[in-house]
């Protein structure tokens, strides 16, 4: 069995997430005062997670599991979760705000995870804290500091420009992980937000950001995106590269390979997926694995071609990224 759809792309790439809770507050993910948390019985147990995980990996072709949240360093059995996907040979990646990776980078190493991306938008301590409405910098770049020294590598820094508020700082931010080995990709901000704040004409495509980038600095765009949703780009004739992610403005939908698993088990074939299959209530009334499997792959078979943000009938999905698994 695979993760086909009907347009003839196959999902090797499975984002879990562990959680929807999260300890910042980013303006484009969620409103200052946070959202109504999934209720713990609602959330897969650990055991219940590395089940699905066995089934994807063991009977289903995929080669890549990635945690995100929510915050996934708030899930305390993450690192054994980690263990568990290792174990079945899987590569194992993590998206994480960085908060508290600080402890943890080491342990997850040892764990078996294979690399980190970090969020962070800015190297000035006053935008951060406006933007994430956290006064956390400091414990962000002591993360990022152990996660390199654990060997999660190539460390990733995720930035999200929003126009007036760091979109001019994207240039400082460049220097500061070139300076420090961080590979630097630059998202797109997608209609997610749980308090449906979005507005095309704020959000930095990727082509001003190349813009604001190309006034330092000379990139040369590398070929093969492939499935991968970033257009890299050779600083200064290398060695080092940037990522520029245009979801909205150049979608990467037609080589997608990805899959979703929501903390209260649901699977969604894509990110803006209005529909959802629910794994956890087939799990806990004694689905067998195959059945579950069975489950999974009718789900992907209805992804549809494209998310559809230009289309005048796009509808943004009712679950915020946070709860998704960004
Ligand atoms: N809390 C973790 C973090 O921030 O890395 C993991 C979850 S977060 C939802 C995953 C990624 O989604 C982060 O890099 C974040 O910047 C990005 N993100 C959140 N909301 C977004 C939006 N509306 N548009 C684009 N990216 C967004
Ligand atoms: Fe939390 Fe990540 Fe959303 Fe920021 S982007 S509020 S760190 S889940």
């Known amino acids: 069995m695979q993760l086909a759809d009907r347009y ?17 507050r980013c303006q484009y993910c969620m ?19 590395a089940r699905l995980i066995g089934i994807a990996v063991t009977r289903l072709g995929v080669k890549d599991v990635r945690f995100t949240g929510g915050e996934p360093l708030l899930r305390k059995g993450l690192p054994r979760i980690v263990a568990a996907t290792r174990l079945l040979g899987a590569r194992t990646s993590l998206t994480t705000n960085g908060l508290g990776l600080r402890h943890l ?35 962000v770049i002591a993360g990022l500091e152990a996660a390199a020294e ?24 460049l ?12 998202i797109e901000q997608m209609p997610l937000d749980a308090q449906h704040g979005w ?9 001003e950001t190349l813009e604001l980038l190309s006034e330092s600095h000379r990139l040369t765009a590398l070929d093969g995106r492939g499935s991968a949703p970033a257009e890299r780009f050779l600083v200064d004739d290398g060695p080092q ?10 979608p990467f939908c037609g080589d997608c390979n990805r899959v979703r698993l929501t903390a209260d088990g649901q699977v969604r074939n894509c ?16 689905a067998t694995d195959v059945e579950l499997a069975e489950r999974w792959v009718i789900a992907m078979a209805s992804k549809r071609p494209g998310h559809g943000i230009d289309d005048p009938t796009f509808l943004q999905p009712a679950r915020p990224m946070s709860a998704i698994g960004g």
């Open 199 to 207: 507005q095309r004409d704020a959000m930095i495509t990727a082509d």
């Open 105 to 139: 980078a080491g342990p997850l190493a040892k764990a078996g995870l294979d690399r980190v991306n970090v969020s962070l938008d800015t190297i000035d301590a006053a935008t951060y804290t406006g933007i994430t409405r956290r006064d956390r910098l400091t414990d």
């Open 8 to 24: 003839g792309r196959v999902a090797t790439d499975l984002r879990v997430s562990l959680t929807d809770r999260c300890n910042l």
């Open 271 to 286: 990110l803006f997926a209005r529909e959802e299959s629910d794994l956890r209530s087939a799990m806990r009334a004694g």
């Open 241 to 250: 590269v940037i990522g520029i992610i245009g979801s909205v403005t150049r």
């Open 31 to 49: 409103p200052a005062e946070g959202l109504d948390w999934m209720a713990d019985d609602e959330t897969l147990t650990d055991e219940e997670v």
């Open 150 to 173: 654990a060997g999660l590598k190539p460390v990733k820094v995720n930035a999200v420009l929003l126009r007036g508020v760091n979109d001019h700082q994207a240039p400082e931010l």
């Open 175 to 186: 220097k500061w992980c070139l300076a420090r080995g961080y590979e630097l990709r630059f």
